[in-house]
């Protein structure tokens, strides 16, 4: 384990998140569950894109917030649109400009490849015309920005 790893914080739900979050995201995996007695996790030490998180049971004292999200970078529009569907489905939320949440409240930014090399182009107008086009979208829809960057 590395000195420092990010801290979920649930209400009842830390091994079914971690479960969900390794099984969707690239280089993901559950490092081991920490039991008290019989009964469900109290916490789960996990891998989120090569990244180290513990998920805690902590009660319903704190839910998480837009000042804390998690950005994942995505190579196309179906990687795109699987983890967009997968972490808005059952409870997710969708918002803008490649923002969604997750069924816990956690919030996600899915940023295509191509999003982030239009917004930091030198051509600053073509730039110009991708962030205008992705400020008009939920989901980041590849082509459209490629298009509007292209002008």
Not at 54 to 68: M, S, Y
Request: proline share 3%; glycine share 8%.
């Amino acid at each position: 384990m590395s000195k420092m790893a990010a801290f979920l914080w649930f209400d009842g739900q830390a091994e079914q998140a971690a479960t969900f979050y390794a099984s969707t995201f690239p280089d993901s995996r559950i490092t081991s569950p920490q039991r008290s007695g019989d009964g469900p996790a109290t916490s789960v030490s996990l891998v989120i894109c090569g990244r180290e998180f513990v998920a805690f049971n902590g009660g319903p004292h704190f839910k998480f917030t837009e000042a804390i999200s998690f950005q994942i970078v995505t190579d196309d529009q179906a990687e795109t649109d699987r983890l967009w569907s997968a972490i808005t489905s059952d409870g997710g939320t969708e918002s803008r400009c490649g923002w969604c949440k997750d069924r816990w409240g956690l919030s996600w930014q899915i940023v295509p490849r191509a999003l982030m090399k239009a917004l930091s182009s030198d051509d600053r107008a073509a730039a110009g015309r991708a962030t205008k086009a992705m400020m008009t979208m939920k989901k980041i829809d590849v082509a459209a920005i490629e298009t509007a960057f292209a002008g």
